[in-house]
């Protein structure tokens, strides 16, 4: 989630808005990846 | 007459959005060396990611993870440390705390941690809250303009038990 915050500088807020509650899970899921495993 | 072909459902994993979630972690920080900052900061950071409440107490020397003048520059030490599995009277020789911290803050940079003022921005921006020891404050003689901005506020001890009403509590 912070790569995609700070490469694609999308403030952490607004990916919170568009995927809420639980951003790393659903973002990965929608780009067909699996569960993220590192821990930030 | 024209039929459809049979489609699958698509398959939504659950992300247990419809479930009411009470669960809310409140974490104490007490330390202010830079190996100790971190476990905090990443439980905060976890736990935020997966839709809890967070809040973040920092107390005593945890002050210096929100002191604007001293957040930057935290140092991690050998002295007495054990794990590093280098001769103790190492860790007392002149320069060996600056040596040991540039290291440790190197290799949390190369991992692609950020540093603990970016940290603690994140973990405001995804919806924790920070809050201040009164009297730790108090003792330092520290207010509210030496604090970092998003820290929420000042509060007792009876304000924070009060707030983490059913929340589980970790004490780093």
């Not at chain 1, 403030?11 to 899921?29: C, D, G, R, V, W």
């Not at chain 2, 604007?68 to 705390?97: E, V, Y």
Request: with cysteine; charged share 20%.
């Amino acid at each position: 989630m912070r790569r995609v915050s700070t490469l694609a500088s999308i403030p952490i807020k607004q990916l919170f808005t568009l995927f809420p509650s639980k951003p790393a899970k659903k973002m990965a899921y929608i780009a067909g990846l699996p569960k993220p495993h590192g821990c930030v | 007459m024209t039929t459809n072909p049979v489609s699958a459902p698509a398959v939504i994993p659950d992300f247990g959005d419809d479930q009411p979630t009470r669960r809310k972690i409140a974490i104490i920080c007490s330390k202010g060396n830079l190996d100790m900052a971190y476990p905090g900061l990443i439980l905060a950071n976890a736990a935020l990611g997966e839709g809890i409440e967070t809040h973040l107490f920092f107390t005593f020397w945890g002050f210096d993870m929100i002191t604007k003048s001293r957040m930057r520059d935290l140092k991690f030490t050998m002295l007495g440390n054990t794990a590093t599995h280098m001769p103790q009277g190492l860790g007392g020789l002149p320069g060996m705390t600056a040596m040991a911290t540039h290291q440790m803050k190197k290799q949390i940079h190369d991992i692609g941690v950020p540093d603990v003022p970016e940290f603690l921005q994140q973990i405001v921006d995804s919806g924790g809250h920070l809050w201040a020891c009164r009297m730790s404050a108090d003792m330092m003689h520290i207010d509210e303009s030496d604090l970092y901005e998003e820290v929420e506020g000042i509060i007792s001890a009876t304000d924070f038990i009060e707030k983490t009403e059913g929340a589980q509590l970790l004490f780093i």
